[in-house]
């Protein structure tokens, strides 16, 4: 495990203190916990960009042939 120095603003600190004595942990523990989540998130939106991308490169629904031209529809709606 590596050590990291953080600057906070003071009220910041104090609430985080509290924060972290309501939840019968540390500082330390809270901001761990935050980047684990943090990292979590942004790896499962890769992942689901990811998935996203190939359905779309497959094709996710097929239509068939189109049996209309253009001109068709300007006709049925002008009626």
Excluded: C, P
Excluded at 58 to 71: A, L, N
């Amino acid at each position: 495990m590596r050590n990291l120095t953080l600057a906070l603003d003071e009220d910041l600190l104090l609430q985080a203190r509290k924060l972290a004595l309501d939840r019968r942990t540390t500082v330390n523990q809270l901001v761990r916990d935050y980047l684990l989540d943090l990292v979590s998130r942004e790896r499962q939106l890769r992942r689901a960009r990811s998935r996203l991308k190939r359905a779309f490169a497959r094709g996710i629904v097929e239509i068939g042939r189109r049996t209309w031209k253009r001109d068709d529809l300007y006709e049925r709606r002008s009626r």
